[in-house]
C-alpha cells in the first residue's frame, strides 16, 4: 500500500451551516476533492495523527464511497483508529453513543438529516467532537478556513475496505473495527426505559405503526421494537434503508410522512404511530386519529420523567429552543427544574449538560432528547412515549388531553416556504429588522404588538456569543410569533414562520390549532409582507 500526495485546489463554499456541510449529492460528485478537501480540513483542524474516530452514515446515496474515501485519508493521515458501522451504516444517535461509550476523539458522520437522498437529492457531512455533539463553531469555522487553501491531502492507494463483515483489523498504523451500529445504541435504551412494562404493552394486544422512511431508523427499530419488546413482525415498516429512500423525503411531519399519517388516520388505525428522519434523530409520535405536536412532546416527557428507569428524580433542568412553544417552562417551573432557552440547532443544548445542566431539550422541529448522549434521538423519544403509555395504561390523546388540562395549551404551528427565491426573502427579513423599532405599540390585524427583537445568545456556558438567531415578536394578548431563515436547505431559501398562542380557558383546549392561530398567521404575514417579497400565496409544509 502507497500513501498519496493529491494535489488539489480550494473551494470556496464549503462553509458548515447549522448541520454540517450540506449539499446537493452532484456537487459531491462532480467537483473534483470536494468531499476530500473537505475531509482533509477536518483532520488537520482536529490533528488526527493518533487519534480515534467514529464514521457512519444514514445509507444515502454515496454514503459507502464517501467512507472508503474518508478510511483511505484516515489511513494515511495516521489515524490510531476508526470504528465504522457495519456496510457503513449508523444513526447519529448511535455515532453519538459511540464516540461516548468508545471515548474517541470524534466522529464524521455522513448524512443530510431529512433532506431528500440520491443522487439528485442531497448529501452531507458533520464533525462530532469528543463529547458526541456537533462540533461548536471555533472547529466549524477553522475547517471552513483550512478548505479555502488547502493544496493537498493524503490518501492510501488501495482496493476498497469489505464493510459488510463485522471484523477488527489493521492497515498501515490505524486500526479498523467495523461494529454492529445497533448493539451499543439499543443496549443503553434498555438501561433508560423500562422494557418490561413494554413489553407488557404489546403483549396486552397494543398496536403500533412505526414507519422508517426507507432510512436509517429500520435496522435499529426492527431490534428494538420487534426483536427486544416483541412487538408484532411488520409493526416496522419501510424498515430496509436504500440509498434514495425509496423517493421519498425522509422528513418526519404531516407533508412528508404521509403514508403513515393516512394510516393513523385510518378506521383500523393502530394506537400509535412513529417516524424518524433520514439520520435518525428526529422522531413524529401520533396516536390513532391523533397528532403530538413537537414542542407539547418535549415538554410532555419531562412532565412523565418518573415513569421511566434513567430519569425518575434526576430531572434538574430543561432546555428549548428560542422557537419551541413555552409548554416546556410551564413543567419545569411547576416541577422546579431550571429551564433554559437557547438558538436552534443541538450544539448549545450539548454544552448546557456538559455542565449538568440540563438533562432534557427539545426542538419544535421535530426534535428531542437528553444528556445520554449529546445529539437529538429519534427512538429514544418513541421509547419514551411507549413507557408513559406502559406505565400510565393511557392512549397517546389521553395523555396530551390530561397534559393540557394541567398546564394549559400552547396552541402552535410552524409554516415553512421551501424553496424561496433567496433575495426575496433576505429582502424580508432585512425589512423587518429595520423596521422592528417601529413595531412597539402599533396594532396589525387586530393584534397589538407588544415587543419585538432580535435574539441574541449568550452561552452560560463557554460565554460564546450568536447574534441574529431570530426575530420575535410577541402580543399583548399573549401571542408570540417568530421569523428565521433556515440553515439546513440546499436550495434557494427556505422561511420558517414560528406561531403559538397560549389558552388557559378550560373550556378552550381541545380547538383545531389552525383555527385558533388563523388571525395569527395573517398578521404575520401583513408584518412580514412575505406574499408580496416572495411571491408565495401558500407555505410548502404546516406542521
Ligand atoms: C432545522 C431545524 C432545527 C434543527 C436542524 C437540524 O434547522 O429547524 O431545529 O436543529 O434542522 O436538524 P433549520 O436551520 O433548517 O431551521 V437535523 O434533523 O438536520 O440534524
Ligand atoms: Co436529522
Not at 5 to 30: A, C, H, M, N
Not at 107 to 117: D, M, R, T
Not at 192 to 221: E, Q, V, W
Not at 506 to 517: I, R
Request: glycine share 8%.
Amino acid at each position: 500500500m502507497q500513501i498519496q500526495t493529491i494535489q488539489t485546489t480550494p473551494y470556496t463554499d464549503q462553509k458548515p451551516g447549522t448541520s454540517g456541510l450540506r449539499k446537493k449529492t452532484k456537487v459531491f460528485l462532480e467537483k473534483e476533492h470536494y468531499l476530500q478537501n473537505f475531509i482533509q480540513s477536518i483532520f488537520d483542524v482536529i490533528d488526527v495523527k493518533e487519534k480515534r474516530l467514529v464514521v457512519g452514515g444514514d445509507g444515502r446515496y454515496f454514503n459507502e464511497e464517501a467512507i472508503q474515501i474518508i478510511l483511505k485519508m484516515a489511513i494515511a493521515n495516521e489515524a490510531l483508529e476508526v470504528i465504522v458501522g457495519q456496510n457503513g451504516f449508523m444513526s447519529t444517535p448511535a455515532v453519538s453513543v459511540e464516540i461516548r461509550q468508545n471515548k474517541t476523539d470524534g466522529g464524521i458522520i455522513l448524512s443530510a438529516s431529512h433532506n431528500p437522498g440520491g443522487i439528485d437529492g442531497d448529501f452531507g457531512i458533520k464533525y462530532d467532537g469528543a463529547n458526541g455533539a456537533p462540533a461548536p463553531e471555533s472547529i466549524t469555522n477553522a475547517i471552513y478556513q483550512k478548505t479555502l487553501n488547502i493544496d493537498s491531502y493524503k490518501i492510501a492507494e488501495m482496493p476498497n475496505i469489505d464493510l459488510s463483515e463485522i471484523k477488527t483489523f489493521s492497515v498501515h498504523n490505524t486500526l479498523i473495527k467495523i461494529i454492529n451500529p445497533v448493539a451499543n445504541y439499543a443496549n443503553l435504551m434498555e438501561q433508560l426505559f423500562d422494557f418490561n412494562a413494554i413489553r407488557n404493552l404489546f403483549k396486552s394486544g397494543f398496536k403500533m405503526h412505526y414507519d422508517a422512511l426507507h432510512a436509517i431508523t429500520g435496522p435499529y427499530a426492527k431490534e428494538i421494537l420487534e426483536n427486544r419488546l416483541g412487538a408484532p413482525a411488520g409493526t416496522v415498516v419501510n424498515g430496509t434503508p436504500l440509498p434514495d429512500f425509496g423517493g421519498g423525503h425522509p422528513d418526519p411531519n404531516l407533508t412528508y410522512a404521509k403514508e403513515l399519517v393516512d394510516v393513523m388516520y385510518s378506521d383500523n388505525a393502530p394506537d400509535m404511530g412513529a417516524a424518524s428522519d433520514g439520520d435518525g434523530d428526529r422522531n413524529m409520535v401520533l396516536g390513532n386519529h391523533f397528532f403530538v405536536n413537537p414542542s407539547d412532546s418535549i415538554a410532555i416527557l419531562a412532565d412523565n420523567a418518573d415513569v421511566t428507569l434513567g430519569y425518575a428524580g434526576k430531572v434538574n433542568g430543561v432546555a428549548r429552543s428560542m422557537p419551541t412553544s413555552k409548554a416546556l417552562d410551564k413543567v419545569a417551573e411547576v416541577k422546579k427544574m431550571d429551564a433554559y432557552e437557547v438558538p436552534t440547532g443541538w450544539k448549545f443544548f450539548a454544552n448546557l449538560m456538559d455542565d449538568n445542566r440540563i438533562v432534557f431539550c427539545g426542538e419544535e422541529s421535530f426534535g428531542a432528547g437528553s444528556n445520554h448522549i449529546r445529539e437529538k434521538d429519534g427512538l429514544w423519544a418513541v421509547l419514551f412515549w411507549l413507557n408513559i403509555l406502559a406505565v400510565r395504561k393511557m392512549s397517546v390523546e389521553d395523555v396530551v388531553k390530561d397534559f393540557w388540562n394541567k398546564y394549559g395549551r400552547y396552541y402552535y404551528s410552524r409554516y415553512d416556504y421551501e424553496g424561496v427565491d433567496a433575495d426575496g426573502a433576505k429582502q424580508m427579513m432585512d425589512e423587518l429588522n429595520e423596521k422592528l423599532p417601529t413595531l412597539k405599540d402599533v396594532s396589525v390585524n387586530g393584534l397589538t404588538i407588544e415587543n419585538a427583537d432580535v435574539f441574541d445568545y449568550v452561552d452560560p456556558v463557554t460565554q460564546e456569543i450568536s447574534t441574529n438567531q431570530g426575530i420575535r415578536i410577541t402580543f399583548t394578548s399573549g401571542e408570540r410569533v417568530i421569523f428565521r431563515t433556515s440553515g439546513t436547505g440546499t436550495q434557494g431559501a427556505t422561511i420558517r414562520i414560528y406561531l403559538e398562542k397560549y389558552i388557559s380557558d378550560k373550556n378552550a383546549l381541545f380547538e383545531d390549532a389552525q383555527d385558533v392561530l388563523a388571525q395569527l398567521v395573517e398578521t404575520a404575514l401583513q408584518i412580514s409582507r412575505l406574499p408580496e417579497l416572495t411571491g408565495r400565496k401558500e407555505p410548502s409544509v404546516i406542521t
